[in-house]
């Protein structure tokens, strides 16, 4: 715990990713780039979807909602730092910081739970292609969705609450370029004994099971391709998968590396800069895996896009 007096803060400090005055230019051009790709990319998946009947299918309703999540997952920590960036300022208020907090857990939260549902969605579409349509209906598909967002929201609103009762010191610098649980819990003068075992139960929960889920629907699925006969079936198969297993891995790959960086390391700023792939990066980098990836998310957007060009 920092030494200090307690205090109620009425706001917390953000440092960044660097504070050399000269690389600030250098960051605010590159975060917003890449946000405005990540908008734009995930905003063209959503609108191909909608647009497009062919796919109006469960592979594709939990793709658009994926992308929505990732939109709102880049705009909750982006802005405020291009705006801090831009205005010269490190500032963000105490209820601005908590509020920013619970929408990083909620949207990551719900990320996991979505990813979850396209492992099992695959998962039916290959070891059960008969029944797929009976299983994965519309109405069962919505409530998935539906019964991850309240799962996310719920994690999100207790750990918020929980951060409420602790008292802090009057060191309030967070080496980070948004609000992470992680590091307001290092600011705390308070015991945050409880706060921890919070944060561990509900990471082995939400975390390890959805992976273990992933890891046994893969498991099958590996199992029912090699008893394809024919190799086109094979790849077929496996191409299907492919998109979702490499998002998985950036996914789950760049959040254990979080863990690991802060755990190997003393230095906040490296796992800042070890976080801009889960938050930025990732985000951006989806909408490309999918769409490259898919002939019928292809053929989507280039009908999308020619319908756009014909208003102009």
Avoid: W
Avoid at 2 to 8: A, F, K, R, W
Avoid at 283 to 298: A, E
């Amino acid at each position: 715990m920092t030494s200090g007096n307690l205090s109620d803060p009425t706001e917390f400090l953000l440092l960044g990713l660097s504070e050399d005055p000269e690389l600030q230019p250098l960051l605010f051009f590159l975060f917003l780039s890449m946000y405005l790709v990540s908008v734009l990319g995930n905003l063209l998946i959503i609108l191909a979807i909608l647009y497009d009947s062919h796919l109006h299918t469960p592979m594709y309703f939990f793709l658009s909602n994926l992308s929505f999540v990732d939109m709102c997952f880049t705009t909750t920590t982006i802005p405020k730092m291009l705006v801090n960036i831009r205005t010269h300022s490190k500032s963000i208020t105490y209820t601005g910081c908590l509020t920013q907090i619970c929408f990083v857990l909620t949207f990551a939260g719900l990320e996991n739970g979505i990813l979850v549902m396209m492992a099992f969605d695959r998962f039916v579409a290959i070891c059960h292609p008969l029944r797929y349509n009976v299983i994965m209906n519309p109405k069962l598909c919505r409530l998935l969705v539906l019964l991850s967002f309240l799962i996310s929201v719920l994690d999100a609103l207790l750990h918020t609450l929980m951060a409420l009762r602790l008292s802090f010191c009057t060191d309030l610098e967070i080496p980070h370029f948004f609000c992470e649980l992680a590091h307001i819990l290092k600011l705390a003068c308070s015991d945050i004994l409880i706060n921890n075992i919070f944060v561990y139960l509900v990471t082995s929960l939400l975390g390890v099971i959805p992976l273990s889920g992933i890891i046994i629907s893969y498991t099958q699925i590996v199992s029912s391709v090699l008893k394809i006969p024919s190799a086109g079936g094979k790849y077929k198969a496996f191409s299907i998968c492919g998109s979702h297993l490499i998002v998985v891995s950036l996914f789950y790959g760049t959040g254990f590396g979080v863990y690991l960086s802060s755990t190997a390391t003393h230095s906040s700023r490296k796992s800042a800069v070890v976080s801009v792939m889960y938050t930025v990066v990732t985000p951006m980098m989806n909408p490309f895996i999918y769409s490259l990836r898919n002939k019928d998310m292809v053929g989507a957007l280039r009908k999308l896009i020619s319908r756009i060009s014909c208003f102009h």
